[in-house]
């Protein structure tokens, strides 16, 4: 082959990659990011084009015994279009099975959270372990076979300082390893950062 054949050919693989990268990306997104760093709105913007969606909301409800988590819930509820439905549920794999139209899920932490509370993790009843697997895997195995496109929004627990609390660092722990297999099994992953989005490829670079 000729350079000019070979450039031509290198060009048409890449772009032909670049179709096929397209045809699956909307698929199963991940986006990850910090504290008030804008993931959710992201997350929002990038699923507002379809005509409707379910936003899976796996933290707690909005309470009067906590007027801050209130306001935060509310503040997400009023970004929202109207024509979205919003399911509040810790059943996260159950929700990726039924789910007939595109899912919003925001977020990983809270649900990791929930979870942790929900089989004594924080206490270390007997068998937590054994449930969390159970539970994590249940959701991991409904996320590698979703059936439409969903996007789950998580924090980026890996570049703060180590907790100073054994709960902290489970939790810290948990929804890392987490993050990383959600990650292996997505089209996308995108990392935000001061409202600015990062695209991260399958081989570790932006």
């Known amino acids: 082959m000729t350079k000019l ?11 032909a990659r670049r179709l096929r990268r397209l045809a699956r990306e909307d698929q199963k997104v991940l986006i990850l990011g910090g504290v008030r760093s804008g993931k959710s709105r992201h ?7 379809h005509p409707e969606v379910v936003y899976v909301a796996p933290g707690l409800p909005a309470g009067e015994d906590d007027p801050e988590w209130a306001a935060r819930v509310a503040a ?6 109207a024509n979205w439905r919003t399911l509040e ?4 794999a159950g929700a990726l099975r039924d789910a ?4 919003l899920i925001d977020c990983l932490g809270t649900w990791v959270s929930r979870v942790l509370d929900d089989i004594g993790a924080w206490q270390q009843a007997d068998g937590w372990e054994a449930r969390l697997d159970e539970r994590l895997e249940d959701f991991l195995a409904a996320w590698a076979e979703a059936h439409v496109p969903v996007t789950a929004v998580s924090n980026e627990v890996g570049s703060g300082v180590v907790p100073a609390t054994w709960s902290g660092r489970l939790f810290r ?6 993050n990383t297999r ?5 089209d996308r992953t995108l990392l935000v950062v001061a409202g600015r989005v990062l695209e991260l490829d399958g081989e570790g670079r932006t």
């Open 100 to 103: 007939s139209r595109p899912l």
């Open 182 to 186: 959600v990650a292996a099994q997505s």
């Open 173 to 178: 722990d948990v929804l890392g390893a987490l």
């Open 43 to 49: 997350a929002e913007r990038f699923m507002a084009r």
């Open 89 to 92: 549920t810790t059943d996260l």
């Open 5 to 15: 054949t070979q450039r031509l050919a290198a060009g048409l693989e890449a772009t």
């Open 76 to 81: 997400h509820q009023a970004r929202r279009p």
